[in-house]
């Protein structure tokens, strides 16, 4: 298997995490590609050029961490990124979703940001600024929710790569006004 990846995208890192989370360094190779480039090699297998995007051994191909993420969990035991059954499913898929809503927007503010300065819209950096900051203030304020603790999870995932882009975009800055985050997240 092959997982075409860049450096600087959040949610190739999730692929990445649980590809070391689930041993499989072995068997899924990386395929470090350039994305927008008219020549990249990704596109002959995906021809929507997004990452990650991971190449069967028969050709087939998944794109999106919502496929990879659960495909890699099957391939060994014991699953550990497979919703929680029950009263716990919908607060988990809540706050997945919310976690994913944060990663989303903090990944349209930094390719906004590293578009030459002329191009660059002061009204969607800063739009995605605010949410950035009203999404980092709510989960300070549930950072110990069951779902956000413990064995590492898909929430917990996406939560970690979101404010882990601040290492590229060092305006979020979500650290100076959220304490229990920072503990959280080291």
């Known amino acids: ?102 990663l989303d927007g903090i990944s349209v503010w930094a390719r906004e940001v590293i578009r030459p300065t002329h191009e660059q819209s002061p009204k969607i950096i800063e739009h995605e600024r605010q949410r950035a900051r009203r999404m980092a203030d709510y989960f300070e304020s549930i950072i110990s929710d069951p779902s956000l603790t413990g064995s590492i999870n898909t929430p917990q995932l996406v939560l970690f790569c979101a404010l882990d882009v601040e290492r590229r975009l060092p305006s979020l800055d979500w650290r100076s006004a959220h304490p229990k985050l920072i503990d959280w997240y080291t």
């Open 1 to 102: 298997m092959k997982l075409f990846v860049t450096p600087t995208s959040p949610y190739a890192r999730l692929a990445l995490i649980v590809r070391i989370e689930k041993n499989l360094s072995d068997y899924v190779d990386l395929v470090w590609t350039q994305t927008r480039n008219p020549n990249d090699p990704l596109l002959v297998n995906n021809p929507s050029g997004r990452i990650p995007f991971l190449l069967l051994n028969d050709g087939t191909g998944y794109e999106d961490t919502d496929v990879i993420i659960p495909y890699f969990d099957s391939l060994v035991s014991p699953r550990q990124f497979d919703f929680p059954t029950g009263d716990a499913y919908w607060p988990f898929r809540r706050l997945q979703a919310m976690a994913r809503s944060m």
